[in-house]
């Protein structure tokens, strides 16, 4: 993303020398993407930020999955998969849940009261949303602020752990790239500057807003990483707190984007999904829909029509508001359905011709499109609701 940000101290040229107050040296680190070729920020230690101590496996949340078979579209029910009994001593990040994943992408469920670990996934940058409640977001890079509708954006190897706030347990939806997110391209300049016709800019974008200064000497961070049978992950032992940096700048930090900044796009009749589109990954898309005006034409018909997404499986989490074309499906807040490339999908019987006539949606929904087939993850098996199937039908195999 490149939106340059400076925070805190930092020399006025870049790999030179620079000193505190006594004459010794900090440690400068330049985080970059692609080989070095793509966006990268300078961060400017008190100490190495390579120095560790130990090394040992952690064995990272259950990661396997299962084919979509027989091929269904299928409807899971999130807010089972944590009762009021289990949350209470749950992370934002061990906690997790994995519902849904591919090669490309896997999208996990928590809810949780407990502050993380330090933690660092060094396989793709992560973007959590915040379904309610409210967290701190402590980073490498200092201090977010998360609450009900933002968007946390934590690039690859940013170490950050969450602390949760308030009486309110936190849910939070974290989609993990197997690479980068970034704005659409179709939003930006070839310099990268948000468009006239994109529907944020920078300005709804919050980083860090000073350095996050902690001590401490053998401090453990849990690192996700790659091999080549697959995720694991590694209890690595700093000898020194990985939050020592005094300042840094450049275009690449964890950022905040709330989804009420989210401007839609609206017509006279129905839209097509990539107008909602806010990231794209690897092999997926992340989409929001939002509260809005919706067709305006006097023969439109306002709920989205049947459409067969050929390339991509659709996943759609609803997180607020009244979603009128799945009327009588049993979904609700919490709820994700998942349409497969390879059948249609659509309103459900009724809301077709209901929706004729109506001015506004109030509707909340966060919608990742991946390029390659999606399987189910443990969290996701757990909470499926076996009817919704059938539900356009009005009858299953065993009726």
């Given at each position: 993303?490149?939106h ?7 020399p ?35 100490e ?8 040992r496996p ?15 579209p299928r409807h ?9 009994d ?6 934002p ?6 519902v849904?994943g ?6 996990s469920?928590a809810?949780?009261a407990a ?6 996934n060094a396989?793709g ?22 609450e ?17 706030e308030?009486d309110?347990p936190?849910?939070?939806y ?7 997110i ?15 016709h994109a ?5 709804d ?12 000497t ?6 996700k990483?790659r ?6 992950g590694?209890?690595?032992v700093y ?8 300042g840094?700048d450049?275009?690449?930090y ?33 989409c929001n829909f ?5 067709d ?13 997404n ?11 508001g009244?979603?009128?074309?799945r009327?009588g499906?049993?979904?609700?807040q919490?709820?994700v ?7 249609a999908h659509?309103?459900?019987p009724g ?9 506004f ?20 098996t ?5 009817g ?7 009858r299953?195999?065993?009726?």
């Open positions: 993303m490149a340059y940000r400076r925070v805190g101290d930092v006025p040229k870049r790999h030179t020398q620079h000193r505190d107050g006594e004459g010794r040296l900090y440690y400068e680190e330049l985080m970059g993407e692609e080989g070095f070729s793509a966006d990268s920020s300078l961060l400017y230690h008190r190495i930020p390579s120095a560790i101590v130990d090394a952690w064995d990272v949340p259950d990661a396997a999955t299962a084919p979509n078979h027989p091929l269904k899971l029910r999130l807010h089972e998969l944590f009762p009021a289990r949350w209470a001593g749950t992370d990040v061990t906690g997790r849940r994995l849904l591919n090669g490309d992408v896997r999208i469920y809810v949780s502050a993380s670990p330090l933690y660092r396989t940058d992560e973007v959590v949303y915040v379904e309610s409640g409210a967290a701190t977001v402590e980073t490498v890079f200092g201090t977010l602020r998360a009900q509708g933002d968007y946390v954006v934590v690039p690859m190897s940013a170490t950050h752990r969450w602390l949760p308030g309110e936190l849910r939070t974290a989609i993990e790239a197997n690479g980068h970034a704005p659409p391209k179709r939003y930006l300049s070839r310099f990268g500057q948000f468009l006239e529907p944020y800019c920078e300005r974008l919050h980083g860090p807003g000073e350095p996050l200064l902690a001590d401490g053998d401090v453990e961070v849990l690192v990483h091999t080549s049978r697959g995720v694991t590694t209890r690595m000898a020194r707190h990985p939050f020592d940096v005094v840094w450049g275009c690449l964890p950022y905040t984007f709330n989804i009420r900044d989210f401007e839609p796009i609206t017509g006279r009749v129905h839209q097509p999904p990539p107008v909602h589109q806010v990231f794209e990954g690897p092999g997926f898309v992340v939002v509260p809005r005006k919706v305006y034409h006097p023969l439109s018909i306002p709920v989205p029509y049947y459409h067969s050929v390339d991509s499986d659709e996943v759609m989490f609803y997180c607020g009244d979603y009128e074309a009327k499906s049993g979904i609700g919490g709820s359905s998942v349409h497969p490339g390879g059948l659509g309103p459900q809301a077709y011709e209901r929706s004729i006539g109506a001015g949606f109030d509707e909340l929904a966060v919608m990742v499109d991946t390029f390659r087939p999606l399987e189910l993850g443990e969290g996701g757990a909470c499926e609701d076996g919704y199937a059938w539900t356009w039908a009005g299953g195999p065993d009726r």
